[in-house]
């Protein structure tokens, strides 16, 4: 099976556990409040994944992305997601990682937001805030986001699906950031994309990089995971 073609097919799971658990458990009361509020879910080509609503259809929209679905396959590319950081800070799942885990939670992410903003507590400059967090927490202390993990653990092993339940561990930042030195030649990015530099600093996330050949006379800020030694 294709790579896209899979992740593909575990968007769509995520729709269904959407509107199967999380839409199924609420679905009335957040009717109720708009009218007749229907729900649709999509998997988006790019990263992109968010909820909106269409106060005009009265249709409440959540997108997850195919790039955030192939992100979550593995601990150096999940990192950077506010989903990881909500499991392991607030002990969702036991704080422990996991594919599944992290796909569960954005479910569970994405629909706080859509109960959110149907209770009228999302506002511009005010997303993630404490009513979006009492509403996550609610989600996993009352056992609908197991349900959600166990919907999408179930019904992938039915399809043929992977969704890999194995934790992982998130990289260690403390210490490659010493493998790096001041004056050292590295290369970042892929394709046309690619760009060599000097490190003129290193800090404990990131190296500051000042270009050389084409780049000269430019200046970055790059994460540790995508340096690369040039020689």
């Known amino acids: 099976m294709h790579a896209s073609q899979s992740l593909y097919q575990i968007g769509q799971l995520m729709c269904e556990a959407t509107r199967e658990i999380l839409w199924h458990s609420a679905g009335d009361q957040l009717r109720s409040r708009a009218s007749g509020a229907a729900l649709r879910c999509r998997v988006g080509s790019g990263q992109a994944t968010y909820h909106r609503y269409d106060s005009r259809r009265k249709l409440h929209l959540i997108n997850y992305g195919l790039r955030m679905i192939a992100a ?3 601990a150096t590319s999940a990192e950077g997601w506010l ?5 392991q800070g607030r002990g969702y799942f ?14 569970c992410h994405e629909f706080a ?6 209770a009228g507590h999302r506002t511009y400059g005010s997303v993630h805030n404490r009513h979006f967090y009492d509403i996550l927490d609610r989600l996993h202390g009352s056992g609908t986001a197991e349900e959600t993990r166990q919907f999408l653990l ?3 092993k039915r399809g043929g699906i992977q969704i890999p339940d194995t934790a992982f561990e998130l990289p260690d930042r403390t210490k490659p950031s010493r493998q790096w030195h001041v004056g050292e ?6 394709g046309a994309r690619r760009r060599e530099g000097e490190i003129i600093r290193v800090n404990r996330k990131t190296c500051t990089v000042q270009g050389t050949g084409m780049a000269r ?3 970055y800020r ?3 995971s995508m340096l690369r030694k040039i020689g």
């Not at 996991?98 to 479910?107: I, R």
């Not at 030649?185 to 892929?190: I, L, R």
């Open 83 to 87: 989903s990881t950081r909500e499991i």
């Open 94 to 107: 036991g704080g422990e990682l996991s594919t599944l885990n992290l796909l569960a939670h954005t479910c």
């Open 217 to 219: 006379g430019s200046r």
């Open 185 to 190: 030649p590295v290369s970042f990015g892929e």
């Open 154 to 156: 179930r019904e992938s």
């Open 72 to 74: 979550k396959q593995q």
């Open 222 to 224: 790059v994460p540790l």
């Open 113 to 118: 937001h859509l109960v959110q903003y149907s």
